[in-house]
C-alpha cells in the first residue's frame, strides 16, 4: 500500500524567510509518480509539479525548487524568498497507476509580513 | 479555457438526507475522478470514471455513487447522509486516465451535514 507522510503540520514563517516542506513516501511499486499540490484558501487544488520515479533530477521553477532522494524515499518542496500569497495548504501524493492518488496530510504554510 | 466547474459550492443538508454533486470537467477532457476531504481524514480518493465507465473505486460505503455522462460531466451522489459526511468534496478532470496525464482540480463543493 501506499503512503505519505507530512511530518509538519504547520509552519510559520516571516516574509522572505526560505521554508523547506518536508514528504516522506512510502511504495513498493517501482514506477509511481510524485506530486506537489497547492491549496489556497478558495479550496481548488492547485498542481504545481510531478516527478517520475525514474527521474531524481532536482527542478527548480523560480523560487520553488524540489528534491527527489529516492534512498530515503522523500520529495522535498522548497521556497525561496516566501512571499504572503504563498500561504496555503501544500500536499504531497503518490500514484502508482490509475487514477487513485494517495495524498499525505498536508502542510499549513503561513506567511507573515 | 474554463476550468474545472462544481456546482453547487455550498450546501447543507440534513441527516438521512441525500445529495447530489456535479462536476463538469474542462472541455475535452475525458477522466473525472472525486475526492473527500475533511479534517480527520485528509483527502481520500472516492472514485475515477472515464468514458462513462468507474475504473477506480476507493474504500467508501455503497452509499456514495457516482456516475458520468456521454459529456464527461459527472455526478456523485451520497444517501442516507451522516453527520461524518460533512466535508469538502473535490472533483478533479484530466485528458485521460493514469498517471501520465495532469489533473485539474475545481474549488470544491462544501458539504455540511446537519
Known amino acids: 500500500a501506499q503512503k505519505v507522510t507530512q511530518a509538519q503540520t504547520e509552519i510559520s514563517v516571516v516574509e522572505k524567510e526560505d521554508v523547506t516542506l518536508d514528504c516522506v513516501y512510502e511504495?513498493?511499486?517501482?514506477?509511481?509518480?510524485l506530486f506537489w499540490y497547492k491549496q489556497p484558501p478558495s479550496g481548488e487544488l492547485v498542481f504545481l509539479i510531478r516527478?517520475?520515479?525514474?527521474?531524481?533530477q532536482n527542478e527548480i521553477s523560480g523560487r520553488y525548487s524540489w528534491n527527489f532522494q529516492k534512498s530515503t524515499s522523500s520529495f522535498n518542496f522548497t521556497i525561496t524568498a516566501s512571499q504572503v500569497v504563498d500561504s496555503a495548504v501544500y500536499f504531497c501524493?503518490?500514484?502508482?497507476?490509475?487514477?487513485?492518488?494517495?495524498f499525505g496530510a498536508g502542510t499549513r504554510l503561513f506567511v507573515k509580513a | 479555457k474554463a476550468g474545472v466547474t462544481q456546482t453547487p459550492r455550498y450546501l447543507i443538508k440534513t441527516r438521512g438526507q441525500q445529495v447530489t454533486l456535479s462536476c463538469s470537467p474542462i472541455?475535452?477532457?475525458?477522466?473525472v475522478s472525486w475526492y473527500q476531504q475533511t479534517p480527520g481524514q485528509g483527502l481520500q480518493f472516492l472514485f475515477e470514471?472515464?468514458?462513462?465507465?468507474?475504473?477506480n473505486k476507493g474504500n467508501f460505503p455503497g452509499r456514495f455513487s457516482g456516475r458520468q455522462f456521454s459529456n464527461s460531466r459527472s455526478e456523485m451522489n451520497v444517501s442516507t447522509l451522516e453527520l461524518g459526511d460533512s466535508a469538502l468534496y473535490l472533483c478533479?478532470?484530466?485528458?485521460?486516465?493514469?498517471?501520465?496525464?495532469?489533473?485539474?482540480f475545481g474549488q470544491g463543493t462544501r458539504l455540511t451535514v446537519v
Open positions: 516527478r517520475n520515479s525514474f527521474d531524481e
Open positions: 478533479a478532470s484530466s485528458l485521460s486516465t493514469g498517471t501520465n496525464t495532469e489533473a485539474f
Open positions: 472541455s475535452g477532457h475525458r477522466s
Open positions: 511504495t513498493r511499486d517501482t514506477t509511481y509518480y
Open positions: 470514471y472515464f468514458s462513462e465507465t468507474q475504473r
Open positions: 501524493a503518490v500514484n502508482t497507476g490509475g487514477f487513485k492518488t494517495i
